[in-house]
Every structure is written in structure tokens, then in C-alpha cells.
């Protein structure tokens, strides 16, 4: 008889990494960077413009476009002590939600003036208004305006600064605008790129479209708390951040006809994955005669451990995570730890590129 399941602490999921290993820059060409094939028993080393070979007329690739917003943005208090937002979230009426670095909080009702971009002078200023999303909430509430009335995407997009994950150390600059967002971005909303697709470029689409390789897209707004590591040894004691995401009806109907006809859903990303098993578990329509014939947006803290049951992604293409991170347990459920980690070690050992701006890997379902 087989034994009982494996449990899963923190521990588990921890790595030695050089910090040589962790990725600065983009590769020069999105489709030159590395991809650690791991759908066979032995990892292969290959380009990530090869990926076409390694799928099959009738799959279909899931993107999520998500795009970037320039959320970052400095000012300073009354007092003229500095400030940091990191902006969440566009809410109504012209207010955000945001993360705040400063010194000491400021208080509700309090004003801050916000840097503009070198030679604009329209009066950017933020607002407090409270905590969000209540009183006890992690991230705070303003109203972010200037004197033209503009609105919090219009003003992020002219004044802000891109916002570069904790472990690049160079500031943002114009190759960050282009290259830390991917050639599909759509929707903004985001304040972390999708990174597994940041891989794909124009001739490569062409190339999987001439391969019968077919595609469609979610949308799930990544927030800041991707970078979050795990803090309990006791997983189940973990709670996810929220994320917004939609699963448009076009994609409900690609889904279904991929796995009428025998293809396989191809996942590009962790975002992807939470975007369409959250779907599964939440929308009470899955699989019912009328589940494609509307869209579906929710929030979710879907947190994918190892025993997770999938319903929906077959294959999986994903970056090389953070230590002791909720999106190392999301891969280890999909593949497997066991290989998860051996794919790890190979990869250290031959040098591959960590994190947002590394190489990434090709992972199948684990057979039950």
C-alpha cells in the first residue's frame, strides 16, 4: 500500500544561491535567454526560441497581459521628511492603495508633494486618507491628483518610476520601460511583470503561430506581494496576498476546445496558473454548458502547495523563483518536489540566470 503523503514545512523550500546567479539585466535577445527543459526524466539544456519543437500543433499557450505600471513614486512630507509609495492598486475616484517607506507615518489628512518628471510642475501631491483595505490594512489610501485633474494611470504613467523588483540594484532606466514588460501587455494594472513571459518576442509568436501553437490570455493584476517570502514554518498558517484577475469568456471557449481535441493548456507563468486554478475552484460554472459564454473576474489567495490538485494547466513555463517563496511551492506541486529541486541544482551548477530577469524552465504536470 502506498504511504502517507509527504508533509511540507518552510524549510523545505529553502536554496543556497550565489548571488552571482541572480539576474541583473535582461538577456539581449528576450527569445536568446536560456530554458531548463524539465518534461523528461533528465533536464535539457536548451534556447528558449526552441520552445516551438517542444510543443504541439493543437496546445495552447495561456499569456497574461497584465502591464506594468510606473508605480513608484517620491516625495516628501509637510516636515520634509522623504517618501516612498508603492501604488497597489487604482481605486474610484481618483484614489489609490499603496505601500509607504517613510520615516514616521504621516497622519490622515496629511498632504504629500510627489516629485514630477524633470521639467513638469503640475502640482502632483498625494493625499492620506487611512489604511486600506480597512482600518487595520497593510497598505494605505490616498488620493493621488494634480492641478489638471488628471487621472492615477495618466499620472503614474508620466511622473513614475518603474518598479524594479527588491534584488536589482540598478534604478530604473529606459531599457527597464521596454524590457520589464512583455511585448503583449494590455491591461495595466500590475506592479510586477509576469515574468516567465517577458521571454517571448514578435518572431517568436510567429513562429509558434506557424507550429499550430495556439494562444489566448488572462488577466491577473501581480502585486508586490509576490516578492513576499513565506514566513511560517507551518504552511498552513500562511495567508496569500489578494490579486485581482479575469478569465475573459474567448479564453473559457480556447480551453475547452483545447481539451476537447486532445491539446494541452500551457501555462506562461505562476500568474497564469493562479489566474486559471483559481477560476476552476471559484467560478461555479467550470465546465458547465454555459461557462464560456461570460467572463470571470474574482480575487484570489489561491495558495498552491505540494498535493494541490490541478484541473486546468497541463504544462508550465516559469522562471527560477526566490528561496522559501509561495511560488517555489506552486512549482513543486505542479512537477513534483523531487524534480523541482534536482532541476534546481542542475541549474545552479551550470550557471543559469535567477529571478525577473533570468532564464526560465518548461515543467509538465506531475502523473498521480
Request: hydrophobic letters at 40%; aromatic letters at 8%.
Amino acid at each position: 500500500m502506498p504511504g502517507a503523503p509527504r508533509s511540507f514545512s518552510l524549510g523545505d523550500f529553502d536554496f543556497e544561491l550565489p548571488e552571482a546567479l541572480i539576474a541583473q539585466y535582461p538577456a539581449i535577445e528576450r527569445s536568446g535567454s536560456r530554458l531548463l527543459d524539465g518534461t523528461g526524466s533528465a533536464p535539457a539544456d536548451r534556447i528558449f526560441r526552441e520552445l516551438p519543437g517542444l510543443l504541439r500543433a493543437g496546445d495552447l499557450l495561456v499569456f497574461n497581459d497584465t502591464k506594468v505600471i510606473k508605480a513608484r513614486l517620491f516625495g516628501e512630507k509637510p516636515t520634509g521628511g522623504k517618501v516612498e509609495l508603492l501604488i497597489e492598486r487604482v481605486l474610484a475616484g481618483n484614489q489609490v492603495a499603496a505601500h509607504m517607506r517613510v520615516s514616521k507615518k504621516p497622519e490622515p489628512g496629511t498632504t504629500l508633494a510627489l516629485q514630477g518628471a524633470p521639467g513638469t510642475h503640475d502640482g502632483l501631491r498625494a493625499t492620506l486618507l487611512g489604511r486600506w483595505p480597512d482600518a487595520d490594512g497593510a497598505l494605505f489610501r490616498f488620493v493621488l491628483s494634480n492641478d489638471a485633474g488628471d487621472d492615477p494611470l495618466t499620472l503614474m504613467e508620466r511622473h513614475g518610476h518603474v518598479p524594479l523588483p527588491p534584488y536589482i540594484r540598478h534604478s530604473d532606466g529606459a531599457e527597464d520601460e521596454v524590457r520589464y514588460q512583455t511585448v503583449f501587455a494590455k491591461n495595466p494594472g500590475a506592479v510586477a511583470a509576469p515574468t516567465a513571459a517577458l521571454h517571448f518576442d514578435d518572431a517568436l509568436l510567429v513562429a509558434l503561430d506557424a507550429a499550430g501553437v495556439q494562444r489566448t490570455q488572462v488577466t491577473l493584476h501581480v502585486g508586490a506581494g509576490t516578492f513576499q517570502p513565506v514566513k511560517t514554518e507551518d504552511l498552513s498558517a500562511h495567508q496569500m496576498h489578494s490579486e485581482s484577475y479575469e478569465v475573459p469568456a474567448v479564453t473559457q471557449q480556447a480551453i475547452a476546445d483545447c481539451k476537447a481535441r486532445g491539446g494541452r493548456v500551457v501555462a506562461v507563468g505562476t500568474t497564469s496558473v493562479r489566474a486559471l486554478e483559481a477560476w476552476a475552484r471559484e467560478d461555479k460554472r467550470f465546465h458547465s454548458a454555459d461557462s464560456a459564454s461570460t467572463p470571470y473576474s474574482a480575487e484570489t489567495r489561491i495558495f498552491i502547495t505540494p498535493g494541490f490538485e490541478f484541473k486546468v494547466v497541463e504544462l508550465l513555463i516559469t522562471n527560477f523563483h526566490l528561496p522559501k517563496s509561495s511560488l517555489m511551492m506552486l512549482v513543486s506541486a505542479f512537477a513534483g518536489y523531487e524534480h523541482v529541486m534536482a532541476l534546481y541544482r542542475h541549474a545552479i551548477a551550470r550557471n543559469y540566470r535567477f529571478f525577473s530577469y533570468g532564464d526560465s524552465m518548461l515543467l509538465k504536470l506531475l502523473e498521480s
